[in-house]
């Protein structure tokens, strides 16, 4: 089954979680390839990564709402979404537009002309009238001539822009396996420390020196280790040295798993957005109207009489985020 261990480093400011997806990340490829045939590989392990990433920061923030992770620009892969809820319910798809190569790395999948984008949406589950969703985007790029290739650096990137913390982040997935490391730094005051003290200029040095001698060794962590190796192995044989503290769920708590949100009655709003006019249109053309969803696969059907009462009924629409769904 799927995993998330969340830990701390006794003594020192640094937390970390490491997530390894099995049954949710080949439960989502397996639905994928009944549908719309497989991914190609490197789409396929960009897909894990980012299916990784979210149940990470999910587990870090413990957010109440769903997380969005979207990556979008100017190469074959026009966009890839993963998305996970506060119980860790998981989906993840792929919008691909051209040919990709069997060895395209992340520029050449969506970022050929430093158009490419990530973005992190926060949308709460039960939000307040006028609450917004939060989101941050950040490039793909460093600069005009330095594409970034790796989704950790861009995550690590993002984590110093929004929320001002140290992080080190490893990542890999392949058709089996999607899993990742998680090593952040804690500040030593304010409501995020945990030990709610005052420090000095040499305790700040120190923090320094730890989270970066902890961060050096997250990155010793190979590609073929952290798919392969149960999680007990790879906390060992990393922080063997460290003393290490495993901060244990209570029973019962939920694991990552697939779970979609779409629902008739979503896309039933999706058609009244739409608008009557255009409605009409498309049953005039088709006979009926089909959604099919890209996270599932599945199919929903309005014909006419369906349509009909959508718009007698007067459905009203709800606030949607920016997020997907």
Not at 35 to 55: H, I, K
Not at 126 to 143: E, F, I, K
Not at 231 to 248: G, H, N
Not at 286 to 300: D, N
Request: some cysteine; charged content about 25%; glycine content about 8%.
């Amino acid at each position: 089954m799927s995993e998330v261990h969340k830990f701390l480093f006794d003594g020192v400011p640094v937390r970390g979680v490491l997530v390894r997806l099995t049954d949710a990340w080949t439960e989502i490829l397996r639905r994928r390839a009944s549908v719309s045939g497989a991914y190609a590989a490197p789409v396929q392990n960009l897909l894990g990564e980012m299916a990784a990433a979210v149940t990470l920061m999910q587990s870090n923030i413990k957010f109440n709402g769903a997380l969005v992770f979207q990556v979008f620009g100017d190469g074959p892969v026009k966009l890839a979404v993963a998305e996970v809820q506060s119980d860790f319910g998981l989906r993840a798809t792929a919008t691909v537009v051209g040919e990709v190569a069997p060895d395209a790395r992340l520029s050449a999948l969506v970022n050929l002309n430093h158009e490419g984008r990530c973005a992190i949406t926060l949308d709460p589950k039960n939000r307040l009238p006028g609450q917004q969703a939060y989101q941050g985007v950040v490039p793909l790029s460093l600069d005009a001539d330095k594409k970034i290739e790796s989704l950790s650096q861009v995550l690590e990137h993002y984590m110093q822009q929004s929320e001002q913390l140290e992080t080190t982040i490893v990542l890999a997935a392949d058709d089996k396996v999607a899993a990742g490391l998680l090593i952040q730094r804690l500040p030593l005051t304010g409501v995020a420390n945990l030990a709610g003290a005052s420090c000095t200029r040499e305790d700040e040095i120190d923090s320094h020196e730890d989270y970066s001698r902890i961060s050096i060794l997250a990155s010793s962590l190979q590609r073929d280790e952290l798919l392969t190796l149960d999680s007990d192995t790879i906390l060992r044989r990393l922080f063997w040295q460290e003393k290490l503290r495993r901060l244990r769920g209570a029973p019962g708590d939920a694991l990552p798993h697939f779970l979609c949100t779409c629902s008739r009655e979503r896309v039933g709003k999706m058609i009244v957005g739409l608008g009557q006019e255009e409605a009409q249109s498309i049953l005039v053309e088709r006979g009926e109207i089909e959604v099919g969803c890209e996270f599932c696969g599945a199919q929903q059907r309005f014909d006419a009489v369906d349509v009909g009462q959508l718009f007698s009924d007067g459905i009203k629409l709800p606030e949607m985020g920016p997020g997907l769904h």
